[in-house]
């Protein structure tokens, strides 16, 4: 059976809610499509949060970002549209998503966004 790319976020629960820290991931293999010209944008996805009642299952985050390959988002909004996601699935006590694309036109561009319960 193949697996196929979802938007769905799984969390399961954090084992230890009360404390905090600090779980960071990263893939090096995140694709979405230009929306002006089609052509394939490929960034390294880095994800930082302190964890709150629930973990992200890790194999759902993983098929949550292959759902992205293709579709045409700019950067600026996929990374917005992760953290969103991300937020409402886990509610953390804190996320930052930090989007690393490659050189494309000669133009390097990395978009960062936060979420803080406190905001």
């Known amino acids: 059976m193949l697996t196929q790319p979802t938007r769905e976020l799984v969390v399961v629960p954090n084992p230890h809610p009360t404390r905090v820290y600090t779980v960071e991931m990263d893939c090096p293999e995140f694709t979405t499509l230009c929306p ?13 949060y302190q964890p709150g009642e ?7 985050l993983k098929l949550y970002l292959w759902s992205f390959r293709n579709e045409a988002h700019y950067h600026e909004d996929v990374t917005n549209l992760i953290l969103n996601d991300f937020v409402a699935a886990a509610k953390p006590r804190y996320a930052k998503v930090v989007a690393d694309f490659t050189v494309r036109g000669g133009i390097h561009t990395k978009v960062t966004v936060e979420y803080s319960e406190t905001n």
């Open 36 to 48: 002006m010209t089609g052509q394939p944008d490929f960034a390294t996805i880095y994800i930082q």
């Open 54 to 60: 629930h973990l992200v299952e890790l194999k759902s």
